[in-house]
Each structure stands twice: as C-alpha cells, then as structure tokens.
C-alpha cells in the first residue's frame, strides 16, 4: 500500500502469512495510509467478526460470496463518487 497508494484496498480476512484483521489494524495506526478506504472481504459472516472489523476501520464487510453490484457500490461509495463504479 505504500508503493502504490491505491484508492481503496479490498481486504480478504483469511490471508496466507497473516490475519487481514492485523492488516487493516497496521493500516489504520499508519499516518500515511489510514485514509485509504478498506472494504473487507470474506466468508465468515457471524456478526461478532463483521463488528469488530467494522470497528476497527473497515468501510465496509461483504460475505463470500458477494453481491457484485454490492461490490461496485461500495467501492463507489468509498471513492466518493455519487453514482455506481463502471
């Protein structure tokens, strides 16, 4: 993220070599990178996760597997933009 400062990162929980959790944590203690939108992606739906990844500074929690025009919504409404992603 500090290479390519992108505009929003999609964030899967279950990642190989360490807890999505723990990278949006390291992303939002991080002055240059915690306003970069995070939109969570995953399979685990209980609501105790959703919470506490919300709470942590995610924008938004899809489940796996997803709504694509969820997607692009919430991808548009992360960027700012009024009308849905092309």
């Known amino acids: 993220a500090r ?3 992108p505009d929003a990162i999609l964030l ?3 990642l190989p ?3 999505g959790a723990q ?3 390291e992303l ?3 002055p240059e990178l915690r306003g970069i939108p995070v939109i969570v992606v995953s399979a685990d739906a209980t609501a105790k ?3 506490r990844l919300m709470r942590g500074g995610a924008c938004d929690y899809l489940t ?3 709504d694509v025009t969820r ?3 919430g991808i548009a409404e992360a960027l700012g933009a009024t009308s849905g992603v092309s």
């Open 12 to 14: 899967d929980v279950h």
């Open 64 to 66: 796996k597997p997803f």
């Open 3 to 5: 290479e390519h400062r």
């Open 71 to 73: 997607l692009r919504n």
């Open 23 to 25: 990278v949006l944590e």
């Open 28 to 30: 939002r203690r991080d």
């Open 49 to 51: 996760q959703i919470e």
């Open 17 to 19: 070599d360490i807890s």
